[in-house]
RNA sequence: GGCCCGUUGGUCAAGAGGCCUAAGACACCGCCCUUUCACGGCGGUAACACGAGUUCGAAUCUCGUACGGGUCACCA
């Protein structure tokens, strides 16, 4: 056995596989000409972020759009930061915006797949595998360096204004003979596995980012580690190994992977693998005192996916509003397809902006109103309340303490509505939106518009109970106002008023915005007389009662 | 600091040397429609970061500057 072997021997005595076992446990896919297969590898770290949710969508909509395969695969390489329930909280977060997964993990607990485990921390033997092989190839070889010892190396670069790093001739333990490794193994001390990298800073490689388009770098010369010190391998040689096994052929990530492109290609090459395409995502941004800056974790609630839920958007909604963000073209498919479901849409990761886009609120709030502006009472009812019921479980009982009354409210200007108003964007904008029709959110507000004068509009509303008609439909209900309307010296016409309106107090439509403001306590509802029927006679004749009472 | 990437209205963006007197959407403003609000229709304000160069011609190509972002771990 020559040095190598020893040392392969020596540092992983209990591998006993070698990669063409793997190889053959883990077949090519069998998949039409041009399908992609995408996943996602998260770590378990916390919460669902939205990034991790961008990428995920897509990846997934270039496995959908190109009929392949889109996969999760869980990487818990560093056990430090580890959370519990972080899987189930990624993967489930996934399926509630509607990512399905066709395979790897697709709950907290089950894993789908023949080339599983999707599981890092349980793929160790495998890498190790791969690793031994390396080193009796000579391009892996042990580094007993402590990080006091890495720190050193690192500020005498520093100083020297040498680029830092594990190195060249900074790469101490390079050419380490067997005996030394042996010796040191013996004393207790313990090791990572780093590549021996042929590369030269000279060098340049080159390759085609199917987002960012052609890239130039330096190439790798760094003698990066493969294997920790306990055995589990760094995400880069994770990556490569995992996704050459499990036959990933596009690798669309977050931006920030970009630098490390050269060490994942080096890696490929020197194993012997194809080099997937790769695709760089760019982060989702925030304006923060005028920067723009990358969402936080930490800084911004809305990083959490969680929140969007919170606020009782509805997970469609944030989709179809990251779709706009995804593809530049995506808004105008929409158009000419209003109905169509947006995995239809053809994906095209060129279309992908290249600078990271600013979340915009303002148009989450306009996808999502025109989404809700769309669904018929039955379905707000149904979304409304599942979201009351989970955050806002006081408002829950009121709307499901009389079903069929909350459903005519929701009905208003909606299912027969030949444009149905767009109002709310989000759940939990409802309360205050419907406050009026709930005997406990309503507070009365007398106030009424400049314009109009209190007698006048006491005068108004005792004349009108007397015409009022709980039965009557749109327009027999504005007859009756424009029916009085002149014995108060307002235009039962608006035109009328618009043509001579110092022959008049004001129009038929200041007297509408008297009888809003009884029943409704505002100036600004949907339609009136439907809300007045919704609310029933007694209840109207009460409110109108209580004005004329303050006036 | 080294290495990458980027920069078109407030925001998202179209744009591949002449079709750009620079599209569209959101937001904002005005008008019309209208019982209110909304929808809808019509219109408006508003942008190629800067400087050189190449070219008959540059938002588009090249270089430099500025600004922004990312990355330089036994984290992913």
């Given amino acids: 056995m020559d040095n190598r072997e020893l040392l392969a021997e020596l540092l992983l005595p209990n591998i006993d596989k070698t990669p063409d076992y793997y190889e053959n446990m883990y077949p090519e896919r069998n998949l039409p000409e041009g399908a992609r297969v995408t996943r996602v590898a998260p770590s378990p770290t916390g919460y669902l972020h939205l990034g991790t949710l961008f990428t995920s969508l897509v990846n997934r909509i270039t496995a959908t759009s190109s009929g392949g395969v889109f996969y999760t695969r869980i990487e818990d390489t560093d056990k430090k930061r580890e959370v519990e329930g972080g899987i189930e909280d990624i993967i489930d977060g996934l399926w509630r915006f509607g990512i399905t997964i066709d395979e790897g993990f697709i709950s907290g607990s089950e894993q789908k797949g023949i080339y599983g485990p999707y599981q890092q921390s349980h793929r160790a033997e495998i890498y190790q595998t791969y690793v031994k092989d390396l080193i009796k190839k000579g391009l892996a070889y042990p580094c007993f360096c402590t990080a006091e010892d890495l720190e050193a190396v690192r500020k005498v670069q520093e100083e020297n204004k040498i680029r830092t790093g594990y190195h060249g001739e900074y790469a101490r333990h390079r050419d380490i003979s067997y005996e030394e490794a042996k010796a040191l193994i013996d004393e207790g001390k313990t090791f990572v596995v780093r590549l021996r990298s042929p590369g030269s800073e000279e060098n340049r490689i080159t390759f085609d980012d199917t987002i960012k388009g052609k890239i130039e770098m330096p190439e790798n010369d760094e003698d990066f580690v493969l294997l920790k010190s306990d055995g589990i391998p760094t995400y880069h040689f994770a990556h490569a190994i995992d996704d050459h096994l499990m036959h990933t052929t596009h690798v669309l990530r977050g931006d920030e992977w970009i630098s490390s492109v050269p060490k994942h290609i080096q890696l490929f090459k020197l194993l012997g693998f194809k080099v997937p395409k790769y695709g760089h995502v760019s982060p989702i941004m925030k304006l923060d005192n005028g920067a723009k800056r990358k969402i936080s974790k930490r800084k911004d609630p809305e990083a959490a996916v969680h929140f969007f839920a919170e606020q009782g958007y509805e997970s469609i909604c944030v989709i179809e509003y990251l779709m706009t963000i995804a593809a530049s073209d995506f808004e105008d498919w929409r158009r000419a397809n209003p109905d169509a479901d947006y995995r239809t849409f053809k994906f095209n990761l060129k279309k992908m902006s290249v600078s990271g886009a600013l979340f915009d609120e303002n148009k989450l709030n306009d996808v999502s109103k025109t989404k809700i502006a769309a669904m018929k009472s039955d379905e707000v009812y149904e979304h409304l309340t599942a979201w009351a019921k989970e955050f ?8 499901t303490a009389n079903s069929d009354f909350t459903k005519a409210m929701l009905a208003i200007d909606r299912d027969d509505a030949k444009k149905p108003r767009k109002d709310l964007a989000k759940w939990s904008e409802a309360k205050q939106y419907f406050a009026y029709f709930f005997d406990a959110l309503y507070t009365p507000n007398h106030t009424l518009p ?13 004349e009108y109970k007397k015409v009022y008609d709980v039965a009557d439909d749109r327009q027999a209900w504005f007859d009756k106002i424009k029916l009085v309307a002149p014995k108060f010296q307002f235009a039962a016409e608006t035109k009328e008023y618009k043509a001579n309106p110092d022959a008049y107090k004001g129009s038929a439509g200041d007297l509408s ?18 809300i007045m029927q919704v609310l029933g006679y007694d209840e109207c004749i009460k409110r109108i009662d209580a004005m004329i009472e303050v006036l």
């Fill in 392 to 399: 806002d479980g006081e408002f829950y009982e009121m709307l």
């Fill in 513 to 530: 915005t008297i009888l809003r403001i009884a029943i409704t306590g505002r100036t600004n509802t949907p339609d009136l007389c439907s």
């Fill in 450 to 462: 400049e314009n109009i004068d209190a007698a006048d509009a006491k005068a108004f509303l005792a």
